[in-house]
């Protein structure tokens, strides 16, 4: 573990105990993840990534082995507000305006009033939702909500952003888009994302770590460190290299058996 | 406006069949009347017989009507809205107890609903209480209550508001219980994420989560209340109330003083839960949760 690494994970186990006996949800999982890492987690259902996820946002509680963000345990990093966490669905409360449920974490961890507008202003800059402050979620588009609740991820300052499938049940033209978005605002604000998906070209359009995973026991059979540049318009996903990666998250994936019933 | 032609037919209906059920149910005693007298009836005859009896089974809805507007309207416009004689006077009477329970009910509801869903050892306890509470007739437990509240020396208002209390509790328990369980394991895990506490989740998401289901439940007590009030007016020889009248209309067999009475207590019961429903499109329009 160096400086610049800002999860690791040791060893990490968590079985689940139920009625048909224990579910290995990961078993012996080790994985840096540095500072400024875009790191997607790919596999099919059941392979932990939603787990692991969620054992470094300290929702879940290993039974094994060891997680450390930012140095800290996943608990303490929780306490301290380390990160913001993107869940699949947008969440935002119906009762309040995109400004409302913005500012709802900042109230939550006291950001004084003024500190709080400004932020609001400036996340919704950040996602493009400028001018969307008063309206309420109903009055936005799927996409627009789920900007909005990415807005309320960043608005705080935690330096880790926690991603679990955002845009999976949005249409391929807004997650293109949104991909897109997420590449530029990444860049923008140098945060540590991680980011569970079940797709090859959206995990290859947007990582510079990719994490494939495998399910029973859920584990990780490959970690692909992307040689693609820093800067990625759309069109990169015809170019070879982009190709070779995705093939490779594919060999993973059906080495993992990841493909079979 | 489109609306207002099948209210009126079913309101048209009804009084048909008012009318005709009066004359089934009156034109006995009014055969027997014309029979001790000694006088054959004609059918026109019987049926304006009927609907004008002092002490009719079933009085017509004009008798009623005018019973309303002498001991309403009439008292008013003669400046004694609020004499004893004035179904103002008793229908506010019992609008007080209504209101008192109401509140009283509400807030125990709400803290039993609170206690339930933060509580385990409360989760586990109170629910069958609370239901087995209801099982109770209402008009048995009523007496005691009154007694038991007159022994420690409460009486007035209170015992009456008491058994509202006891009726509306109830589905405001049931309703907020709900209400406050309805954000789901995402939203909460959003705010462990946060390492929100326990009251800032509590103010923020599930106390305004649970308003649709609270507006819900404060109908039915609403409701509930004015039966408790009214209950709460029959065994205690209350003087005043719509209980009362209710009470004083069936020693007396004044029928028409029953249904009136009846008729008031149910336009009290649609004023009030209307009050409620307004307040709940307000609140929930401001909320931005209005369908």
Redesign the interface.
Known sequence: MNDATVISAKDLSLTFQTNDGPVHALKDVNLGVNKGDFVSFIGPSGCGKTTFLRCM???EHPTGGSITVNGMSAEAA??A?A???V???A?L?????IGGNIR??L???GYDKADQDQRVKRVLELVDLAGFEKK?P?QLSGGMQQRASIARALAFDADILLMDEPFGALDEIVRDHLNEQLLNLWDRTNKTICFVTHSIPEAVYLSTKIVVMSPRPGRITDVIDSPLPRERPLDIRDTPEFLEIAHRVRDGLRAGHSYED | MRNVVPILTVVAAIFVLWYAGAVALNASWAQDKAKRAGVELSFNELVADTWSQEKPKLPAPHQVGAEIWKTTGAMVARGRAFSKRSLIYHSWVTFSSTALGFVLGTVLGIALAIGIVYNRTMDMSVMPWVIASQTIPILAIAPMIIVVLNAVGISGLLPKAMISMYLSFFPVVVGMVKGLRSPGAMQLDQMQTWNASASQSFWKLRLPSSMPYLFTSLKIAMAASLVGAIVGELPTGAVAGLGARLLGGSYYGQTIQIWSALIMAATLAALLVGLIGMIQRITLKRMGMAQ
């Open positions: 946002a300290d929702l929780r306490q507000r990160y913001g966490y869940f699949q669905a969440g409360y119906p009762w309040r305006t709802l974490p109230e939550i961890m309420f109903w």
